[in-house]
């Protein structure tokens, strides 16, 4: 069974809301927090179909761009721009954890089922996870996630190793392998968030 297509739904929501939170801290308008929510949903996807050499999935099939604008109907009819900064903060962190995990393996997978060696997973995994939050904090004038936040790119990179050893020992991807990564990135992604893990810095 291809399970592709749950982890994009997954990613999509996760990434619309996200990116609808980011573009509301910047006052952004309607308009801009409906782009800030698109580029954050289908970026990342769009790299990564590009460097696999075919036209972008949300080209082709309608389901993402309606399951951005349903998460976007969501967030404005439960007024999650009305929460107060902390509750919106952890909203966004969640929101933000769960989009990361889904695309890094939605992006693995794809390298996966193109026959890609260990590094053109890991690559497309990456690029998934983060190439559409990076559009997103460089489009509202912020640092990218991926360059400070705790553990989040380490993450991506987590999920596809984990994925690509589970494709090389098992001979298949079944279901409960990539549930139990998709929990373990999670765990890692808010752990690192509360507790406030960091990778070393140089200087």
Not at 14 to 39: P, T
Not at 119 to 135: D, E, K, N, Q, Y
Request: proline share 2%; with cysteine; aromatic share 14%.
């Amino acid at each position: 069974m291809d399970y592709f297509w749950i982890f994009d739904v997954i990613g999509l929501i996760a990434f619309a809301i996200s990116g609808f939170l980011a573009g509301v801290r910047r006052n952004l308008d309607v308009l801009g927090v409906m782009i800030a929510g698109f580029a954050t949903a289908i970026g990342g996807g769009i790299v990564r179909d590009a460097i696999s050499g075919r036209i972008p999935f949300v080209f082709q099939e309608y389901y993402p761009v309606i399951t951005i604008l349903v998460a976007l109907a969501f967030s404005i009819l439960f007024r999650l721009h009305k929460r107060d900064q902390i509750e919106r903060r952890i909203i966004f962190i969640v929101m933000d954890a769960i989009g990361l995990v889904a695309f890094s393996i939605a992006g693995a997978m794809v390298g996966i089922d193109y026959g890609f060696n260990f590094f053109g997973i890991i690559l497309l995994s990456f690029i998934t996870a983060v190439g559409g939050g990076i559009i997103r904090d460089v489009m509202v004038n912020e640092i990218p996630f991926v360059l400070v936040s705790e553990f989040y790119g380490t993450v991506a990179i987590l999920c596809a190793v984990l994925l690509a050893l589970a494709k090389m020992w098992l001979g298949s991807l079944p279901l409960w392998a990539i549930l139990l990564v998709a929990g373990a990135g999670l765990t890692l992604r808010l752990l690192g968030y509360f507790r406030g893990w960091q990778l070393p810095k140089i200087g």
